[in-house]
Protein backbone atom coordinates (compact mmCIF):
# COMPACT_ATOMS: atom_id res chain seq x y z
CA UNK A 1 0.00 0.00 0.00
CA UNK A 2 1.30 3.56 -1.02
CA UNK A 3 0.39 4.96 2.36
CA UNK A 4 1.55 2.58 4.37
CA UNK A 5 5.54 3.39 5.84
CA UNK A 6 7.32 -0.01 6.81
CA UNK A 7 8.53 -0.14 10.71
CA UNK A 8 11.26 -2.62 11.86
CA UNK A 9 10.25 -4.25 15.36
CA UNK A 10 13.44 -5.68 16.73
CA UNK A 11 12.48 -9.31 18.63
CA UNK A 12 14.12 -11.13 21.28
CA UNK A 13 16.33 -12.84 18.60
CA UNK A 14 17.61 -11.98 15.01
CA UNK A 15 15.12 -14.42 13.54
CA UNK A 16 12.32 -12.82 15.38
CA UNK A 17 13.09 -9.18 13.93
CA UNK A 18 10.81 -7.99 11.70
CA UNK A 19 9.38 -5.13 9.55
CA UNK A 20 5.49 -4.56 9.48
CA UNK A 21 3.38 -3.50 7.02
CA UNK A 22 0.02 -3.44 4.76
CA UNK A 23 -1.32 -4.49 1.81
CA UNK A 24 -3.51 -3.15 -0.39
CA UNK A 25 -6.53 -4.14 1.08
CA UNK A 26 -5.15 -3.50 4.93
CA UNK A 27 -3.89 -6.85 5.55
CA UNK A 28 -0.88 -6.59 7.42
CA UNK A 29 2.16 -8.25 6.29
CA UNK A 30 5.31 -9.27 8.72
CA UNK A 31 8.80 -9.32 6.98
CA UNK A 32 11.55 -11.22 8.94
CA UNK A 33 15.01 -11.13 8.69
CA UNK A 34 15.29 -14.31 7.06
CA UNK A 35 12.53 -13.49 3.79
CA UNK A 36 10.05 -15.62 5.85
CA UNK A 37 6.58 -13.32 4.87
CA UNK A 38 3.24 -14.08 7.47
CA UNK A 39 0.54 -11.99 6.78
CA UNK A 40 -2.67 -11.06 9.33
CA UNK A 41 -6.21 -9.93 8.32
CA UNK A 42 -7.89 -7.60 10.96
CA UNK A 43 -10.87 -5.94 8.27
CA UNK A 44 -10.70 -4.88 4.49
CA UNK A 45 -9.68 -1.19 4.29
CA UNK A 46 -9.81 0.72 0.80
CA UNK A 47 -6.26 0.58 -0.90
CA UNK A 48 -5.63 4.42 -0.20
CA UNK A 49 -5.92 3.61 3.93
CA UNK A 50 -3.14 5.04 5.99
CA UNK A 51 -1.31 2.40 8.16
CA UNK A 52 0.87 2.93 11.24
CA UNK A 53 2.46 0.42 13.96
CA UNK A 54 3.02 2.40 17.11
CA UNK A 55 2.42 1.87 21.11
CA UNK A 56 0.03 4.29 21.46
CA UNK A 57 -0.76 3.28 25.04
CA UNK A 58 2.90 2.49 26.49
CA UNK A 59 2.15 -1.28 27.23
CA UNK A 60 5.19 -2.03 25.04
CA UNK A 61 3.42 -3.62 22.73
CA UNK A 62 2.87 -1.62 19.23
CA UNK A 63 -0.77 -1.21 18.12
CA UNK A 64 -2.45 -1.29 14.46
CA UNK A 65 -3.47 2.04 13.73
CA UNK A 66 -5.52 2.30 10.61
CA UNK A 67 -7.12 5.40 8.58
CA UNK A 68 -9.56 4.84 5.97
CA UNK A 69 -11.40 7.19 4.29
CA UNK A 70 -13.07 9.52 7.37
CA UNK A 71 -12.77 6.67 10.09
CA UNK A 72 -9.61 5.94 12.82
CA UNK A 73 -9.40 2.69 13.92
CA UNK A 74 -6.77 1.46 16.93
CA UNK A 75 -6.62 -2.54 17.11
CA UNK A 76 -4.52 -4.48 20.03
CA UNK A 77 -1.99 -7.02 18.95
CA UNK A 78 -4.95 -9.74 19.49
CA UNK A 79 -6.70 -7.63 16.68
CA UNK A 80 -9.63 -6.40 19.06
CA UNK A 81 -10.78 -3.16 18.21
CA UNK A 82 -9.44 -0.75 20.58
CA UNK A 83 -11.34 1.75 19.35
CA UNK A 84 -12.77 3.72 16.55
CA UNK A 85 -13.64 7.36 15.56
CA UNK A 86 -15.64 8.74 13.02
CA UNK A 87 -14.75 12.08 11.52
CA UNK A 88 -16.58 14.98 9.57
CA UNK A 89 -13.92 15.05 6.30
CA UNK A 90 -11.44 12.37 5.25
CA UNK A 91 -8.26 11.60 6.87
CA UNK A 92 -5.97 11.47 3.70
CA UNK A 93 -2.46 11.77 4.54
CA UNK A 94 -2.98 13.49 8.33
CA UNK A 95 -2.88 10.65 10.44
CA UNK A 96 0.76 11.02 13.04
CA UNK A 97 1.42 10.07 15.96
CA UNK A 98 2.62 12.34 18.85
CA UNK A 99 4.86 11.54 21.72
CA UNK A 100 5.16 14.66 24.17
CA UNK A 101 6.30 12.61 27.49
CA UNK A 102 7.49 9.40 27.74
CA UNK A 103 4.48 7.72 29.01
CA UNK A 104 2.04 10.14 26.89
CA UNK A 105 1.09 9.57 23.14
CA UNK A 106 -1.41 10.72 21.05
CA UNK A 107 -2.76 10.58 17.57
CA UNK A 108 -3.43 14.02 15.63
CA UNK A 109 -5.77 13.64 12.71
CA UNK A 110 -7.05 16.88 10.50
CA UNK A 111 -9.83 15.59 8.52
CA UNK A 112 -9.98 17.35 4.56
CA UNK A 113 -12.63 20.37 4.51
CA UNK A 114 -13.35 20.10 8.24
CA UNK A 115 -10.99 23.04 9.07
CA UNK A 116 -10.64 21.65 12.76
CA UNK A 117 -7.70 19.20 13.82
CA UNK A 118 -7.79 16.44 16.69
CA UNK A 119 -5.70 15.46 19.35
CA UNK A 120 -6.71 11.85 20.54
CA UNK A 121 -5.44 10.06 23.75
CA UNK A 122 -4.40 6.30 23.96
CA UNK A 123 -8.82 5.78 25.12
CA UNK A 124 -9.81 6.97 22.09
CA UNK A 125 -11.15 10.27 23.49
CA UNK A 126 -10.62 14.11 22.27
CA UNK A 127 -7.74 15.73 24.43
CA UNK A 128 -9.17 18.66 26.77
CA UNK A 129 -9.79 21.57 24.03
CA UNK A 130 -9.62 19.61 21.10
CA UNK A 131 -10.69 19.84 18.11
CA UNK A 132 -9.14 23.14 17.28
CA UNK A 133 -9.64 25.27 14.18
CA UNK A 134 -6.87 24.20 11.87
CA UNK A 135 -6.69 22.47 8.36
CA UNK A 136 -3.22 20.77 7.50
CA UNK A 137 -1.07 18.15 9.63
CA UNK A 138 0.49 20.11 12.83
CA UNK A 139 3.40 19.98 15.04
CA UNK A 140 3.84 20.06 18.25
CA UNK A 141 6.82 20.45 20.72
CA UNK A 142 8.30 23.85 22.82
CA UNK A 143 9.51 26.57 20.62
CA UNK A 144 9.62 28.90 24.20
CA UNK A 145 11.60 28.35 27.38
CA UNK A 146 9.15 30.17 29.00
CA UNK A 147 6.85 26.84 29.00
CA UNK A 148 5.43 25.22 31.92
CA UNK A 149 6.59 21.69 31.53
CA UNK A 150 2.86 20.33 30.66
CA UNK A 151 2.75 23.10 28.09
CA UNK A 152 3.72 22.89 24.51
CA UNK A 153 3.55 24.87 21.23
CA UNK A 154 1.14 23.94 18.48
CA UNK A 155 1.86 24.90 15.04
CA UNK A 156 -1.01 24.35 12.25
CA UNK A 157 -2.27 26.16 8.77
CA UNK A 158 -5.76 27.77 8.13
CA UNK A 159 -7.63 27.59 5.21
CA UNK A 160 -5.83 31.22 4.31
CA UNK A 161 -2.47 30.04 4.43
CA UNK A 162 -1.70 31.26 7.81
CA UNK A 163 0.58 29.63 10.20
CA UNK A 164 -1.47 29.44 14.15
CA UNK A 165 0.35 29.02 16.83
CA UNK A 166 -1.52 27.18 19.92
CA UNK A 167 -0.47 26.85 23.36
CA UNK A 168 -1.97 23.77 24.80
CA UNK A 169 -1.39 22.28 28.08
CA UNK A 170 -1.33 18.11 28.33
CA UNK A 171 -1.22 16.08 31.37
CA UNK A 172 0.36 12.74 31.35
CA UNK A 173 -3.20 11.62 33.05
CA UNK A 174 -5.22 12.15 29.93
Avoid: C, W
Amino acid sequence: NPNSTYYFEKGATESESRFVTTGVNGDVYFIFVDGTVKKMSIKEFSPTHQFMYVDIDGNGKQQFIFSDNNKLYVYNRDKSLKFEQKFDGEIANTLNTYQVSKNAKYIGVSPLGSDKIYLIDNKGENVKGFPLPGNSQFSMGKLSTTLKNSELNLVVEREDNYLLNYRVAISESE
